[in-house]
């Protein structure tokens, strides 16, 4: 169930469902769901009570339900699939584990089984589950599946099957996705680039931040596609860095992570350029390493390649310039300083889901390694507060990766004769705030 908010229901009957139901056809359709096998359905969440919302009407404030809520259709589809108020989904999982569990999986089922025991302490008490643990586990474990089979007797729905398949069904986009990703994709690279011809040393987190989302909203995306990150100097080293309260950049390194949601598909862009307009030496040898290592990554973004082969080709680039430049000795160094992943589906959401195995055509990826060496770190103190990272939108085709953000200069020689233009916001000067206020 979805409110449609993020993706209109003209465009959803075009995703090649078998059927699309609206509010006053879905009441209907649930009162056939006992005659399915079973029911996929996500876990509830946020459906504790009614939302409600307000509207002014002749001047008056008036409180009513919100028209987007779920929380009618939810509790209607709960009765009908028998889902017990006392739902335990940890127990469910384990339930669902012992039911199919064979000879030939007993002990990888067992296994699991006790790892969600150590997880909900409360499961050991459960007479199913200590049956199926006990041993000789051949004896025990058939009468366990029995008395699996009449607790969930009348149990005809699943909640872990369901994101697996959505996860298998959302790696891969469509054409009409790829479209509305390149639009978002496109509207963010037009946003680094009109911050980076704007930028100087005076201005502050929160003005780069804005100058990106007023683009976004001058080609008609709705939002940002997740909390915009803009750090500056030490604050680029924080990962996910979403205060934005830096008054001056003062000459530093700017991380700038953002993306523009349009019609509910996200880009995911980050560029990280100087506020001066010119890389010193050490910001530029850094820069560099981050530049190769993700160039590599996204030539390697090949249909069959996996997401470990990018990142430990990723990995390797940094770890060897780090320890040409004396900041690292060891290869195994080099996680100090490149503490994340280097790649996630975007779609939907800008982590969207995806089972992480090979590549395949049409899957829209990041590629976006970096470095972040913060203040005290064990090395040269002329590294410290130094983060970069460059991350693009690659799509995955039978031909090749294309990089669908590649708009937005990613060279330091380049993104340093871009700061040198002419910006159409020199001249969007606002009167100082102080003479205003009377």
């Not at 040393?201 to 804005?210: A, C, K, T």
């Not at 708009?407 to 040198?420: F, H, Q, V, Y």
Request: a negative charge; hydrophobic letters at 40%.
């Amino acid at each position: 169930m979805w409110d449609g908010k993020r993706y209109a229901l003209d465009q959803v009957k075009k995703l090649d469902f078998e059927r699309v139901s609206e509010r006053v056809d879905f009441k209907k359709d649930i009162t056939n769901l006992n005659s399915f096998d079973r029911v996929l359905f996500f876990e509830f969440k946020n459906d504790i009570r009614k939302q409600t919302m307000y509207v002014l009407k002749d001047g008056i404030r008036y409180k009513i339900d919100d028209p987007n809520n779920l929380f009618e259709l939810k509790a209607a589809f709960r009765e009908a699939i028998n889902f017990p108020s006392d739902f335990d989904r940890m127990l469910h999982m384990a339930y669902q584990t012992i039911m199919e569990a064979d000879q030939n999986n007993l002990e990888e089922s067992r296994i699991i089984v006790k790892q969600m025991i150590k997880e909900d302490g409360l499961l050991k008490n459960d007479e199913i589950i200590q049956d199926f643990l006990k041993e000789p586990a051949n004896k025990f474990y058939r009468e366990a599946k029995n008395k699996t089979a009449y607790a969930m007797r009348n149990y005809n729905f699943d909640l872990e099957i369901l994101p697996a398949i959505m996860a298998d069904m959302r790696e891969l986009k469509t054409k009409n996705e790829i479209e509305l990703l390149k639009k978002a994709i496109t509207i963010s690279v037009v946003g680094q680039i009109e911050v980076m011809k704007a930028m100087h040393p005076q201005m502050s987190e929160r003005e780069i931040q804005g100058i990106h989302e007023f683009v976004y909203r001058k080609y008609g995306a709705a939002d940002e596609g997740y909390p915009s990150i803009v750090g500056g100097g030490e604050n680029g080293c924080v990962l996910h860095y979403t205060d934005n309260e830096k008054q001056k950049l003062n000459n530093q390194l700017v991380l700038m992570d953002l993306g523009a949601e349009f019609y509910g598909y996200t880009a995911d862009v980050t560029r990280t350029v100087p506020s001066n307009g010119v890389f010193s030496s050490e910001q530029r040898a850094l820069y560099q390493i981050v530049f190769d290592s993700q160039e590599a990554s996204i030539k390697a973004a090949k249909v069959g390649n996996s997401f470990r082969d990018l990142y430990l080709l990723s990995y390797d680039i940094i770890a060897g310039g780090l320890m040409k430049l004396g900041i690292i000795e060891e290869v195994s160094e080099a996680k100090k300083y490149y503490p994340h992943g280097l790649s996630h589906h975007i779609g939907l959401d800008v982590h969207d889901p995806g089972n992480y195995k090979l590549l395949a055509p049409n899957m829209v990826i990041t590629i976006e390694p970096g470095i972040y060496i913060p203040q005290g770190s064990p090395c040269d103190p002329k590294w410290w507060n130094l983060g970069i990272r460059i991350e693009d939108d690659v799509l995955v085709t039978s031909e090749g990766p294309i990089n669908l953000s590649a708009g937005a200069p990613r060279k330091w020689s380049e993104i340093e004769a871009l700061m040198r233009e002419e910006s159409v916001l020199e001249k969007f000067v606002l009167p100082e705030i102080d003479t205003l206020v009377k």
